[in-house]
């Protein structure tokens, strides 16, 4: 897969493909979800989402959303802004497109990658989970996701 560079577009810690890398977070686990404003299933996952990067940011866990509305790149930043600030996601958010969505083999939202310290994709969950779905995996696994303390 070829590394996606990506540049912040807003305050709200939104960012979008373009000239700038995107932090990679050398030695932390990542969980990237891909989702969209108008995905009724993505919307009841943020809350778990949320309460994940929550409880596991400082062991070591990352929870990272990939917003994958279209439409112009002010009406899609404005819209996903104004969603995050409903939501309070603590978490940050990147806009991804068509590029982004092949370079991962998403083909349906919700969908989650848990992304192990290495950069190797561990798991990956296709359509809602709950947090109780996450935490098994952090929990029970530490061995494969590496999280501290678990």
């Given at each position: 897969m070829r590394p996606i560079r990506w540049r912040r577009i807003s305050r709200?810690?939104?960012?979008?493909?373009?000239?700038?890398?995107?932090p990679t977070l050398p030695g932390r686990v990542r969980l990237l979800n891909f989702w969209a404003t108008w995905c009724g299933p993505c919307?009841?996952?943020?809350?778990?989402?949320?309460a994940v990067h929550e409880?596991?940011?400082d062991r070591g866990l990352t929870v990272i959303g990939i917003s994958l509305d279209q439409g112009s790149s002010s009406t899609v930043r404005e819209g996903v802004g104004r969603f995050l600030r409903e939501v309070s996601a603590s978490?940050?958010?990147l806009l991804g497109d068509?590029?982004?969505?092949e370079a991962y083999g998403?083909?349906?939202?919700?969908?989650?990658?848990?992304?192990?310290?290495?950069?190797?994709?561990?798991?990956i969950y296709v359509g809602y989970r709950d947090r109780s779905v996450?935490?098994?995996?952090?929990?029970?696994?530490?061995r494969v996701v590496s999280v501290d303390e678990c």
């Open positions: 709200w810690g939104i960012w979008r493909a373009g000239r700038c890398a995107c919307r009841l996952e943020m809350p778990h989402l949320h409880e596991y940011a978490y940050p958010v068509r590029q982004v969505m998403v083909g349906a939202i919700p969908t989650s990658f848990l992304v192990d310290r290495s950069g190797r994709i561990r798991r996450f935490e098994a995996e952090i929990r029970h696994a530490p």
